[in-house]
C-alpha cells in the first residue's frame, strides 16, 4: 500500500536534545507532509515537501526527502517539552493523503 | 484553532440511539473529509466531499451516514452503532482534492457503551 510507515513508534529524549523520526513508504509520490498531533486534538499540519525537493526547513524543523530511497526523516532541534506529542507522516499521490501509524515523542524535563 | 469546528467534543452513546456529528470550516475550502483515528491504528479515511459531493466512501458500514449540505459544512450521522466504534472522529478540509495540506478540527471523542 501507499501508507508511510514511522520509525521509531516512540521516541524519548530530554529536553534540548534533537529528535529525530523516519518514514519509508511503498509507492511514487507527488508529496509528503507531516503533521502534528497533540494527545486526543487534531492534527496539525507541520510542513510539505514535494517529490522534486531534497531538503525543507520551518523554524526548528529540517525535513528531508530521498525517492530514490522512498524514505523522509524529520528532525527537531532543540527539543522543547511543548513538541511532545504524535508526529505522522502523510504521503499524498492522485489526490489520496495516506497516514502512517505515527511516532510518539515524549521530551522530558 | 484552525479554522475547522466540530461539535460536540465528546459524546457518549448507546448503541440503539441516533447522533450526528457537526464539522464546520470558515476557509473557504472546497473538500471535506472524515476521519476516523483508533487506538494503535493508522487514520482511516472515512469520507470525501468535493463541492458538496461525495467522492469517496472507503467501505464505512452504512451505520454511518455523511451529509454535505454545503461546502462550508459536514455531518456524520450515528445510527445502531457498536461498542468497536469508539474513537476520535476527525474533520478535515482542504483548498481542493489536489495534494493539498489538510487543515483538522479538533475531534469529536466518541463512546458507544
Known amino acids: 500500500s501507499q501508507q508511510g510507515e514511522e520509525d521509531p513508534q516512540a521516541l524519548s529524549i530530554q529536553e534540548g536534545e534533537n529528535a529525530t523520526m523516519n518514514c519509508s513508504y511503498k509507492?511514487?509520490?507527488?508529496?509528503l507532509q507531516w503533521y502534528r498531533q497533540n494527545s486526543g486534538r487534531g492534527l496539525v499540519h507541520l510542513i510539505l515537501?514535494?517529490?522534486?525537493?531534497r531538503e525543507k526547513h520551518s523554524g526548528r524543523l529540517r525535513v528531508t526527502l530521498d525517492t530514490s530511497k522512498k524514505s523522509s526523516s524529520l528532525l527537531i532541534t532543540a527539543s522543547q517539552a511543548a513538541d511532545t506529542a504524535s508526529y505522522f507522516c502523510?504521503?499524498?499521490?492522485?489526490?489520496?493523503?495516506?497516514f502512517g501509524q505515527g511516532t510518539r515523542l515524549t521530551i522530558n524535563p | 484553532e484552525t479554522g475547522v469546528t466540530q461539535t460536540p467534543r465528546h459524546l457518549v452513546m448507546g448503541m440503539t440511539n441516533k447522533k450526528s456529528l457537526k464539522c464546520e470550516q470558515h476557509?473557504?475550502?472546497?473538500?471535506m473529509y472524515w476521519y476516523k483515528q483508533s487506538a494503535k491504528k493508522p487514520l482511516e479515511l472515512m469520507f470525501v466531499?468535493?463541492?458538496?459531493?461525495?467522492?469517496e466512501n472507503n467501505s464505512v458500514p452504512s451505520r454511518f451516514s455523511p451529509e454535505c449540505p454545503n461546502s462550508s459544512h459536514l455531518f456524520l450521522h450515528l445510527h445502531t452503532l457498536q461498542p468497536e466504534d469508539s474513537a476520535l472522529y476527525l474533520c478535515?478540509?482542504?483548498?481542493?482534492?489536489?495534494?493539498?495540506?489538510?487543515?483538522f478540527g479538533p475531534g469529536t471523542r466518541l463512546t458507544v457503551l
Open positions: 478535515a478540509s482542504s483548498p481542493s482534492l489536489e495534494r493539498d495540506t489538510q487543515y
Open positions: 509507492t511514487s509520490i507527488n508529496n
Open positions: 515537501i514535494r517529490s522534486n525537493e
Open positions: 502523510a504521503t499524498a499521490f492522485n489526490q489520496k493523503l495516506v
Open positions: 476557509l473557504g475550502h472546497n473538500a
Open positions: 466531499y468535493s463541492l458538496e459531493e461525495r467522492v
